[in-house]
């Protein structure tokens, strides 16, 4: 019996599941009855049953994307050449601040040099030119992405998306931050499936005030489908039995060391 008792943790019930038998009477075969020192050897665990939210979720994989609306070129409105660049991929940059200089190609002695800034605040991602490069008004010379908020893209199963809704929550986890738990909220779906893998895109939109999320990155996603509250719950540990038959041990109140076998 010691074997299998010390891996029980016995669950306190309050309600009326823990009836108290008479002194006289023999214990029913799914009673069990201890002394103190039992108690004490076994190293018995009681846990009130506690009311919580019981959530359904779903699990997906993903990825961190920018918001296209966040994402800015900057360019020149005349043709030159670069002369100064003062911002360099990964740097953070205010907006207004000043990212580079144009020498213009309009005559002049010394010719005209325009500077050029930062249309918004953010980190500069893109970086395709280089210093002494010619520079035409159509082409952009830096791009800067603005990470204070993301979008978390979950790809979902056709089934599991038809349950979900805008405002739906997901816990979402990312390799390069283990320990934080983020909470981003449903914004809308992608316009298409995914023939192939019966997935389609659910955009999530997750604040990112530290910028550790970077666009690129894979993400995890724990899908909350739906939520009841006030469900009566007891911890996962105390659960006995197998899938088809599963019971807790309740301890009975009015008789001291004995425990109910009781269906769940």
Do not use: C
Request: glycine share 8%; no cysteine; aromatic share 6%.
């Amino acid at each position: 019996m010691k074997p299998f008792f010390s891996r029980l943790i016995f669950v306190v019930i309050l309600t009326s599941l823990a009836r108290a038998q008479p002194a006289n009477t023999p214990p029913r075969p799914d009673t069990v009855i201890l002394d103190a020192a039992g108690i004490a050897n076994l190293r018995i665990k009681t846990v009130p049953v506690e009311e919580t939210d019981f959530e359904e979720t779903a699990f997906a994989l993903g990825r961190i994307e920018a918001q296209p609306g966040k994402i800015a070129a900057v360019s020149s409105r005349i043709a030159g050449r670069i002369v100064a660049l003062n911002a360099f991929p990964g740097d953070r940059i205010e907006a207004g601040a000043e990212v580079a200089k144009v020498e213009s190609r309009q005559p002049g002695n010394p010719p005209p040099i325009v500077p050029l800034v930062a249309p918004l605040g953010g980190i500069v991602t893109a970086l395709p030119v280089r210093l002494g490069d010619p520079v035409e008004p159509e082409n952009a010379l830096m791009e800067i992405t603005d990470l204070g908020e993301v979008f978390a893209i979950a790809r979902v199963p056709e089934h599991v998306a038809g349950r979900l809704a805008p405002g739906s929550k997901a816990s979402i986890a990312v390799s390069s931050w283990p320990d934080k738990k983020l909470e981003g909220e449903l914004l809308r779906f992608g316009t298409a499936a995914d023939p192939v893998s019966g997935t389609i895109d659910a955009i999530f939109k997750l604040a990112n005030p530290e910028g550790r999320l970077r666009p690129g990155m894979r993400a995890e996603f724990s899908l909350e489908i739906a939520r009841r509250a006030s469900v009566m719950s007891v911890p996962r540990e105390a659960l006995q039995g197998d899938g088809a038959k599963r019971y807790v041990w309740v301890r009975d109140f009015d008789i001291p060391n004995v425990f109910l076998k009781t269906p769940v």
